[in-house]
């Protein structure tokens, strides 16, 4: 019969997509992962994946059980969390919905928290976009997120800090002299945006302010729009939390009207949320408090 170990490996390989990072995330070997993938092929009596030199497609047959995989892995999630919820423990499993920009300036000190105080809390991660992480929420996927406060009426947001949009730009730009700036000041500016998935404040608040920028590149990396603005190849806007470890030329701008986004977690409105996350909630405002932004 499969194991829970065999499904777990064949969900994270279909998830990173290779066998060498699976084998990282799993704390075993590449060889290892591939005997493992195997005989649950053999255990099942099916080709679950093609196995391409750069990269693993799932066969039909595949596609189909990594759908009934993945429910079994969320329902083995919640039957811990709830044994610990039962026993009045911070333990179990807790997923995350995490943005680029609170992993860099808020996660480090929560995740080192939590291993040292609540160690028995297994916290799993999920890297995405304001879209995939409000996804991932009603579906179930993961149990908590970092947002900037939603629309929807199906999500509970706990705010956590206040996060003021800013604008940046190299030191050599005609623009650095000044000491505040108008909106209407970047209109004919070349733009280095970010991607609309990965960030939709900037682009909600142009196009607010009936704003068409001149976007010369659009970028879903942060540190590499922090990059290009300091080789002054355009300026971009960006949350100020960004800029904790901003390049040393590069120049902020507030703005003489402050644009502040909320940002904070959000869970879906017909859950309880357990003790962990409760925890999680609490400790991510202890630590944004402190924050210098």
């Known amino acids: 019969m499969a194991t829970l170990a065999q499904y777990m490996a064949f969900y994270t390989l279909i998830d990173t997509g290779n066998f060498t990072e699976t084998g990282l995330k799993l704390n075993l070997t590449q060889s290892s992962i591939s005997h493992t993938i195997s005989?649950?092929?053999a255990e099942l009596g099916l080709s679950l994946i093609i196995r391409n030199r750069?990269?693993?497609?799932?066969?039909s047959e595949g596609k189909v059980i990594y759908e009934h995989i993945s429910k079994i892995l969320q329902q083995q999630q919640q039957l811990e969390t709830t044994v610990a919820n039962l026993k009045n423990l911070i333990g179990g499993t807790l997923s995350v919905g995490i943005l680029p920009s609170v992993s860099l300036v808020l996660l480090p000190k929560v995740l080192a928290y939590f291993e040292q105080h609540h160690p028995d809390l297994q916290i799993r991660l999920m890297e995405g976009d304001y879209d995939?992480?409000?996804?991932?929420?009603?579906?179930?996927i993961v149990d908590i997120g970092f947002l900037v406060q939603p629309n929807s009426?199906?999500?509970?947001?706990?705010?956590i800090f206040e996060d003021e949009l800013v604008c940046i730009m190299a030191k050599e730009h005609p623009l650095a002299k000044e000491d505040k700036l108008y909106l209407e000041q970047l209109q004919h500016e070349r733009w280095i945006m970010p991607k609309r998935t990965i960030d939709r404040d900037v682009s909600k608040l142009l196009a607010k302010h009936k704003i068409h920028p001149n976007v010369v590149y659009e970028l879903s990396v942060d540190q590499v729009i922090l990059t290009m603005v300091n080789e002054n190849l355009g300026i971009s806007i960006v949350p100020n939390s960004l800029l904790l470890h901003t390049p040393n030329?590069?120049?902020?701008?507030?703005?003489y009207?402050?644009?502040?986004?909320?940002?904070g977690i959000a869970h879906k409105h017909s859950i309880?949320?357990?003790?962990g996350a409760l925890k999680f909630v609490e400790i991510s405002k202890h630590f944004a408090?402190?924050?210098q932004i």
């Open 39 to 41: 005989n649950l092929e």
């Open 54 to 59: 750069n990269n693993i497609t799932l066969t």
């Open 132 to 140: 995939q992480i409000e996804g991932w929420l009603y579906n179930g």
């Open 153 to 159: 009426k199906n999500l509970i947001f706990d705010a």
């Open 249 to 255: 030329n590069l120049v902020r701008k507030k703005f």
């Open 257 to 263: 009207q402050a644009y502040v986004r909320q940002v």
């Open 272 to 275: 309880h949320l357990s003790p």
């Open 289 to 291: 408090s402190l924050l």
